[in-house]
């Protein structure tokens, strides 16, 4: 099946630790995003790639660090200079061809929590 | 200023009525997309239904229809013939202009809907 996976589900951080947040997708996406969602609130950019070896910061990129060494992955690090990591962190990919119409497909999104 | 803005926060509909949930936005850019997602309570954001800027009609999918109004700024999801499966967060998004680096989606704060059995 084609589609976007994350992992983990669930990820418990002891402050001072960094964590990294897998995404994996087989869509043959060229672009990859990542979101933040706080409660009560819609996604915010954190930071996103159109081809592999580049990406750019969004919105919120401070205490955020990203790689994309493969088109099928993205992962993001979530640093101890992100001085309010507790949220959901939604991953998505697009095709990218036509940035008016082009429509990002979102994975399950993982939930961290800092203790 | 809010570039999409979505009055409602919550919403209560009997099963099988039709359903409106408002999106109005905001631009200066002559092109742009708009799009709804659907946020089960499980967290995926699953879309729903696209309109862009030079559409002359009106989306449709199924079930779910965009009633497009370009100088009200207003895209509204209309759901006809609701069912309890359509319980969920619902967002409004839109990305805005042609050029690169305008790839960024800007969502609002959703409507939370709920079907009355």
């Known amino acids: 099946d084609g589609g976007i996976t994350q992992s983990p589900k669930y990820l418990f951080r002891k402050e001072g630790q960094n964590v990294t947040l897998s995404c994996e997708q087989n869509l043959n996406h060229d672009a990859m995003y990542w979101y933040r969602q706080d409660p009560g609130q819609g996604l915010r950019l954190i930071y996103y790639s159109q081809i592999v070896n580049d990406f750019q910061k969004g919105d919120i990129a401070e205490g955020y660090s990203v790689s994309r060494e493969k088109k099928e992955s993205f992962p993001l690090t979530v640093t101890s200079a992100q001085k309010n990591p507790t949220a959901f962190y939604l991953c998505?990919?697009?095709?990218?061809?036509?940035?008016?119409?082009?429509?990002?497909?979102f994975g399950p999104g993982t939930r961290l929590t800092v203790l | 200023a809010q570039k999409i803005t979505q009055t409602q926060p919550g919403m209560f509909v009997q099963e099988k009525e039709a359903v409106t949930l408002d999106c109005t936005y905001d631009t200066s850019d002559p092109s742009y997309g708009l799009f709804w997602y659907k946020q089960p309570s499980s967290g995926e954001m699953i879309f729903l239904i696209y309109q862009g800027s030079y559409d002359q009609q009106n989306a449709t999918e199924g079930r779910y229809s965009l009633n497009f109004q370009k100088a009200r700024k207003s895209a509204n999801l209309v759901i006809s013939a609701s069912q309890l499966g359509d319980s969920a967060m619902y967002f409004c998004a839109m990305r805005e202009g042609r050029n690169f680096g305008n790839e960024k989606l800007t969502f609002g704060t959703g409507t939370r809907l709920t079907i009355i059995p």
């Open positions: 998505a990919s697009s095709m990218s061809r036509d940035y008016i119409t082009d429509t990002q497909y």
